[in-house]
C-alpha cells in the first residue's frame, strides 16, 4: 500500500512518500481503507522519537476514519462499506480491563496506531469490534477522523474529574486540537471554564468557543490570575500541556481540587512538592485517551449539532510535511486533517 512513512526520527522532513506492505486482518478483524487522519501533538513527539514502541521505518497515524474494506469472519457487527472510526488503540477485547469498559489502557492487545501497529499516514489499517464505531452519513469522514483524539480525550478527562453542573475547570494548551474541544465539552457540561494560552491571538476562538475567562500567559505563570479571578482556585485542572504548565497548574486549585493529566508537550519528569498535596488534598488523576463509550458520546454529540470540530486545516497525504510544520508552529487552532484521494 502507498503509505507517508517515518524514515528516522527528527524534523518534520523525514516522511517520505513509499509503499509499505499491507497490514492483514485476522478472523475477528476488520480492513478499513483510510480516508483521513488527523495530526496532533502525540504524532510531533513520535516523529521526534520520543515513544519507545515506534520502530523505524514505520507508518504514523492514530486519528483514523474510513471505509470498511473487508471483514473477517468472526465480525458480526460490521460489513464492507460501512463508515467508521476508531479509538487510538487496537485493544484485545477480552482482558480485564477490555471487560470492565476501560479498553483505552489495554496492554495485551496489537497496541497504538502508528507506533504498535501500522497508521492511517497509510492506505489501510486493521481495526475490530473492540475498537471502531459506525460514523453516520451526516458527518464527513475527515471530521469523524479526529473525533476519538481531539473530543474523546477531553471528554473522557472531563469525566475523570468527576466534576459537577458549576464546578470551575481550568485547561492548559487550550488552543490546540485536545484543548480547544475540551473547552467546548466543558462549556456543555454546565462548568466554569477558564482556558489558558500563550497566544493573545488566539484568544477570541477560545471566547467562541465556550471559555469563561481566557488567560494568555506566555510565560506560563498563570496562577496568580486564576486565585485573583477566583479567590480560592478551580475545582479541577485538565493539564493538556504538561511539563510547561505543571507548576502554575497545580497552584491552581483550591483545597480537594484535582488534577488531570491528559498530555505532557515536553516528555520528563516535574516537581512536586508533597506538601502541597498533602496540605490541600489535591488528587492526581492520570487520562489516557478515550474509550469505545466516549467515542460512541462524542459522535452523538456531533451528529446533534451540540459541538462542532474544529478543522484547522484538510490537506492531502502527500502534505505530511507542512501538517506537521503547521502544528510545530502552533499557529493554527483545531487539527490538522490529513486527506487520502
Known amino acids: 500500500m502507498k503509505a507517508a512513512i517515518l ?3 527528527g524534523s518534520p522532513e523525514v516522511f517520505a512518500l513509499g509503499e509499505v506492505p499491507r497490514p492483514e486482518a485476522q478472523a475477528d ?9 488527523g495530526v496532533c501533538g502525540h504524532d510531533l513527539l513520535n516523529r521526534a522519537g520520543h515513544f519507545p514502541h515506534t520502530k523505524t521505518p514505520s507508518v504514523m497515524g492514530h486519528e483514523i476514519a474510513g471505509i470498511v474494506e473487508e471483514t473477517g469472519s468472526l465480525v458480526t457487527q460490521f460489513k464492507k462499506g460501512d463508515r467508521v472510526t476508531v479509538i487510538q488503540r487496537l485493544p484485545c477485547g ?15 492487545g496489537a497496541g497504538f496506531y502508528g507506533e504498535d501497529i501500522s497508521g492511517g499516514y497509510g492506505d489501510y489499517v486493521i481495526a475490530s469490534e473492540a475498537n471502531a464505531v459506525l460514523v453516520p452519513d451526516t458527518i464527513p469522514l475527515e ?20 466534576l459537577k453542573l458549576g464546578n470551575s475547570v481550568l485547561i492548559t494548551g487550550a488552543s490546540g486540537g485536545v484543548g480547544i474541544h475540551t473547552v467546548m465539552l ?25 471559555a469563561d475567562e481566557v488567560i494568555v500567559a506566555e510565560d506560563l505563570n498563570f496562577h496568580e490570575q486564576v486565585k485573583a479571578l477566583t479567590g480560592i482556585g478551580v475545582d479541577a485542572v485538565i493539564e493538556i ?45 492520570g487520562s489516557g485517551h478515550a474509550t469505545l463509550t466516549d467515542l460512541k458520546t462524542v459522535i452523538e454529540l456531533v451528529s446533534e449539532g451540540k459541538i462542532v470540530p474544529e478543522i484547522a486545516a484538510q490537506l492531502p497525504r502527500d502534505s505530511v510535511c507542512e501538517a506537521h510544520r503547521m502544528m510545530e508552529s502552533k499557529q493554527c487552532v ?3 486533517v490529513l486527506v487520502n484521494k
Do not use: D, W
Not at 477480552?94 to 495485551?108: I, P
Not at 456543555?188 to 477570541?204: R, T
Not at 491552581?252 to 516528555?267: T, Y
Open 29 to 37: 478483524q476488520m480492513l478499513i481503507k483510510v480516508a483521513a487522519s
Open 94 to 108: 477480552t482482558c480485564y480491563l477490555c471487560r470492565a469498559g476501560k479498553e483505552n489502557v489495554c496492554g495485551s
Open 334 to 336: 483545531g487539527r490538522v
Open 143 to 162: 471530521v469523524a477522523a479526529v473525533l476519538s483524539c481531539a473530543l474523546g480525550t477531553g471528554y473522557h478527562a472531563l469525566g475523570r474529574a468527576q
Open 241 to 285: 500541556a504538561g511539563q510547561p504548565t505543571f507548576k502554575s497548574s497545580v497552584r491552581c486549585l483550591k483545597a480537594g481540587g484535582r488534577m488531570v493529566l491528559v498530555g505532557n508537550v515536553e516528555p520528563g519528569a516535574v516537581a512536586l512538592n508533597p506538601a502541597l498535596a498533602i496540605l490541600k488534598e489535591i488528587e492526581f488523576i
Open 7 to 9: 524514515t528516522k526520527f
Open 186 to 210: 466543558a462549556r456543555l457540561m454546565g462548568l466554569k471554564v477558564f482556558a489558558v494560552s500563550s497566544s493573545a491571538a488566539k484568544a477570541e476562538r477560545l471566547y467562541k468557543a465556550g
